[in-house]
């Protein structure tokens, strides 16, 4: 899967933005990043290749030209269009927390936050990186790649410079050669920023439905149970479509979600009655081993809904 997306407008920098597809997939390969000229075979859907594309990827370039945000003669530019893909791609990009860096070519400046659409204000906030297309080419795209390596956790062990050839060129001129190595660490980082919100809410909603629907209302308790499903299934399905999580990460996110929301709920219950904690019947536990069950088959079905519309059997990931 791509772990780095370009993201640019054809009628704005379509050269510049090959130049520096070119230069991205000779450091990390081909299949580690996405373009849409190089990526969509003619007479695919677009936006089903873009979106399995955006399944792995871990990075977007936003190239920035002069005519980035589409101005026609008459209203307002392209960028404010609901189903612009570059406004989608951004989109999606910030929806999921993603690193992005801008780059600005031809002269261009970032976009101010009012120039931009509100789903993307966030942007104009980022710090642009200028990449010439002429002579400063090469230590621009030096710049750019660096800041990628750092942005992926990603070391370079570089080789001894070579010796300049002339009076003109730099070390800078030349490309990095070298082994690259992932930085466990930083990825492992990124990966628990990115599944926090997935563990978080589920754990915070099935609380406070506990607490209205079995406390506070003293109401069915099986309608804790239709949360108890819908919630976890509503988030394995998320998983896949936002994160490109796969069915062990689902289910081991669910597992940890439910202990979490199962232990919170016996606390709440335990302080509010004064009585233990923990159950003291074989039929509280079986009761709390039906949530535990439920929650997390869930949260696997709901990864597996998502994988079945969002994916091919070809491309169906473990994690």
């Known amino acids: 899967m791509p772990r780095i997306c370009l993201s640019y407008r054809r009628s704005d920098s379509a050269a510049v933005a090959g130049r520096i597809y070119d230069r991205l997939a000779a450091r990390y390969g081909t299949e580690a990043v996405f373009m849409d000229i190089t990526g969509i075979p003619y007479g695919a859907d677009f936006r089903e290749r873009i979106l399995k594309a955006w399944q792995g990827a871990e990075l977007l370039i936003a190239v920035i030209g002069p005519a980035w945000l589409g101005k026609k003669t008459e209203g307002p530019g392209r960028i404010h269009e609901r189903l612009d893909p570059v406004r989608v791609e951004i989109e999606t990009a910030l929806r999921r927390d993603m690193p992005v ?24 906030y980022r710090n642009g990186m200028p990449v010439d297309s002429s002579l400063d080419f090469e230590p621009h795209m030096q710049r750019l790649l660096t800041a990628i390596d750092r942005a992926l956790g990603v070391k370079v062990a ?5 010796a300049r050839q002339d009076g003109h060129r730099s070390s ?58 819908i919630v976890p299934l509503a988030c394995g399905f998320l998983l896949l479509k936002n994160l490109g999580a796969g069915i062990v990460t689902a289910t081991l996110l669910g ?19 004064r009585h233990a904690i923990l159950p003291q019947s074989a039929a509280g536990w079986q009761e709390a081993a039906e949530y535990l069950l439920t929650i997390i088959v869930a949260t696997a079905a709901g990864n597996l809904l998502a994988r079945a519309l969002y994916s091919t059997p070809k491309r169906w990931r473990l994690f």
């Open 255 to 273: 597992l940890a979600a439910a202990i979490a929301a199962i232990v919170g709920m016996m606390a709440v219950v335990g302080f509010v009655d």
């Open 158 to 162: 570089t080789e001894p410079s070579l």
């Open 172 to 229: 800078l001129d030349l490309p990095v050669r070298g082994k690259t190595t992932i930085d466990l660490f930083g990825s492992l980082a990124r990966s628990s920023r990115r599944l926090l919100p997935y563990f978080l809410v589920p754990v915070v909603v099935l609380l406070l439905a506990h607490y209205l629907i079995v406390m506070k209302l003293d109401t069915n308790p099986n309608y804790l149970r239709v949360v108890a499903i």
């Open 101 to 124: 860096i801008p780059v600005l070519v031809g002269g261009a400046s970032m976009p101010s936050h009012n120039e931009l659409p509100r789903s993307i204000g966030k942007l104009a």
